[in-house]
């Protein structure tokens, strides 16, 4: 009996030391190390905010935002304050380091993209393509434009995905519509023969209102005008290479004010009469005609007339300011005027390129070798296995389409005297 008593004196001592030991432990003042940020920069948080104003993880909270008034309700420059949970309510090819350049200064740049509601699972997939191969080291600003409301659905959605700051605004009226001059009758008239001939989106009158506000007022909406740089991004798109440095801030440091990854004839039908404005428009304004242009891209006979070449301006980085200019304003102004936005289909990417080939300096244009690209039907697909296994490419250089036949790009090198990549023969017609 004693034996036992014993044991069970031994048992409620151990059980006593047993507490006392894990209570001292758990009220230690041992240090915790501080929580992984994004950018790996200790004292900061999220996307890089700084320590003293945190945010919220993004997985977390979805906070909805309200549409912005359009561009006609709000005087410029200040933007629309939109929040998002990630969002402050503020009025020759590249490098070829594989490591990435997120130490740098941080640009004043936007992606931009317009879409519909109805474009949400489309544009989700860009979305991922660029935050996964570039933006996911940068966080810079996206900003969606839409002729109608943005639903909540779709706010939430890319907000979740974006790890920048989103905004959300509605086009005004004025800038998607036909203007006053435009004779209605006629331009039916157009659509109807168009669709007769099945020309390519001959019959669209959403179309038509599309490439002219991508020609003449996207860098106007207020969201916009907060900034210098711009990213286009549409649906559906592919990129197929890890980008490693600020595109952005490349393009500044190097004097470059408009750039391209696909270039292409444009369908001869759908502008018989833009050369002619163009024309009208360069004896009206000779001073705007940058030397050393980039005729030689755009003209087989010194600009007596077009040969249609183009960049494919689904893809483009580019400087607002230089849009913003009182040259590109008189050079838009005089097409919008002889109305072939609506009496032909005049596409924005001749409008954009035919801009930049004579307003530019030649050098002011680059071609984005290491953005690897898909936009149906076309590939940009960079020319060289070791440059795609160190860039982690997944595209088939079988599919490049650089240097068919139906390609302009050959023309840009030729132009601007740079040699071809090892290796273009073999993806050729």
Not at 16 to 34: A, D, E, K, Q
Not at 93 to 99: K, R
Not at 148 to 171: A, M
Not at 365 to 372: L, S, T, V
Request: charged share 25%; glycine share 6%; with cysteine.
């Amino acid at each position: 009996m004693a034996a036992g008593s014993a044991r069970i004196v031994r048992y409620i001592l151990f059980a006593f030391f047993g507490v006392m030991v894990l209570y001292f432990m758990s009220s230690s003042s041992i240090p915790r190390p501080p929580l992984p940020t994004t950018s790996g920069e200790q004292g900061k948080t999220f996307h890089g905010a700084p320590a003293g104003d945190v945010q919220a993880p993004p997985s977390l909270t979805v906070q909805k935002v309200a549409d912005a008034p359009d561009a006609a309700s709000v005087p410029a420059p200040f933007a629309p304050a939109l929040t998002s949970p990630k969002q402050s309510n503020d009025s020759p090819s590249g490098p070829t380091d594989a490591v990435a350049d997120t130490g740098s200064e941080r640009m004043n740049a936007t992606f931009v993209t317009l879409a519909r509601n109805s474009d949400l699972w489309e544009i989700v997939k860009s979305i991922r393509q660029v935050e996964d191969r570039f933006n996911r080291k940068f966080h810079y600003d996206w900003v969606f434009l839409n002729d109608k409301p943005f639903d909540e659905t779709f706010k939430n959605v890319t907000t979740s995905l974006i790890s920048g700051k989103t905004h959300y605004g509605q086009i005004s009226e004025d800038h998607w519509s036909f203007p006053e001059h435009i004779d209605t009758d006629k331009a039916r008239k157009v659509r109807e023969d168009m669709a007769q001939r099945k020309i390519i989106y001959g019959d669209s009158i959403s179309y038509r209102h599309m490439c002219r506000f991508e020609s003449g007022f996207f860098f106007l909406h207020p969201l916009m005008q907060q900034f210098e740089w711009y990213w286009r991004v549409e649906p559906s798109i592919e990129l197929y290479c890890d980008i490693n440095y600020d595109t952005f801030k490349y393009m500044k440091d190097h004097g470059k004010k408009y750039s391209f990854v696909l270039s292409l004839y444009e369908y001869v039908e759908t502008i018989p009469t833009l050369w002619d404005s163009v024309k009208t428009f360069m004896k009206e304004h000779p001073e705007h005609i940058a030397e050393d242009n980039g005729m030689q891209f755009l003209s087989d006979d010194k600009g007596e007339t077009y040969n249609h070449c183009h960049f494919w301006s689904n893809f483009e980085i580019g400087n607002l300011n230089w849009l913003r200019s009182q040259a590109y304003t008189d050079y838009f102004n005089r097409l919008d005027k002889d109305g072939g936005f609506f009496y032909e289909r005049w596409g924005d990417a001749p409008v954009h390129s035919i801009a930049a080939g004579l307003l530019l300096k030649k050098d002011e244009i680059h071609f984005f070798n290491d953005i690897a690209y898909y936009h149906v039907p076309f590939t940009h697909c960079p020319t060289g296995d070791q440059y795609r296994l160190d860039r982690k490419c997944h595209c088939n250089p079988k599919e490049n389409f650089d240097w068919k036949g139906y390609s302009c790009t050959s023309r840009f090198f030729e132009m601007n005297k740079m040699e071809k990549p090892e290796g273009y023969k073999d993806q050729q017609d």
